[in-house]
């Protein structure tokens, strides 16, 4: 049970660490803005701080991953391993590359539908967790609208709506992991 405690403890602190690490890295890159660019631009092959944010979300991707794996062993997880490791190749690959898009794509898709299809599993037992489920589509929804209509020129608000919820479901995870799995 000392990695699932562990496991519930990273998860929780998951949301620090992206805005920690999400800080330092606008702090280095002062050009930067939420509406005019992706996230991604803080790692193009142009900039000569790409390698903090590729770091970062490297970083970020193993770190997530232990909780990811403890949700996996547990039910509670089918797809979040496999969309970390999309997120790790997001940093290995900056956005110049042909692979960085197709990346980033599946690393949204498999968390948000993990979160759908987990948040119905656990419908069963308390309806309320059915409401992550219709949560992770009207996200998605979200995010593909706020990108089709053009609403920012650039795509960091809407990879942040994506970020953020996927963010707060690790923040559950690691809630039920700590008290679900340990009573």
Do not use: C
């Not at 949700?71 to 042909?98: D, I, N, Q, R, W």
């Amino acid at each position: 049970m000392e990695l699932e405690r562990f496991a519930s403890y990273v998860a929780i602190s998951l949301p620090i660490i992206f805005i920690v690490g999400l800080t330092v890295v606008i702090h280095a890159n002062p050009w930067f803005s939420f509406t005019d660019n992706a996230l991604s631009d803080m790692g193009s092959l142009h900039n000569p701080n790409r390698w903090l944010f590729n770091g970062f979300l490297m970083l970020f991707a193993v770190v997530a991953m232990a909780p990811s794996v403890v949700a996996f062993k547990h039910g509670l997880s089918y797809l979040m391993p496999l969309a970390l490791l999309f997120l790790f190749l997001v940093g290995v690959f900056p956005e110049e590359l042909p692979y960085h898009a197709p990346l980033a794509v599946l690393f949204y898709v498999l968390a948000l539908a993990d979160i759908a299809i987990v948040g119905l599993k656990l419908a069963r037992k308390n309806p309320i967790n059915q409401v992550w489920s219709v949560l992770a589509v009207v996200v998605f929804i979200t995010m593909l609208y706020l990108i089709r209509a053009r609403v920012f020129k650039g795509l960091a608000i809407p990879e942040l709506i994506g970020a953020s919820f996927i963010l707060a479901w690790f923040v559950y995870i690691g809630i039920l992991l700590r008290f679900e799995t340990l009573s």
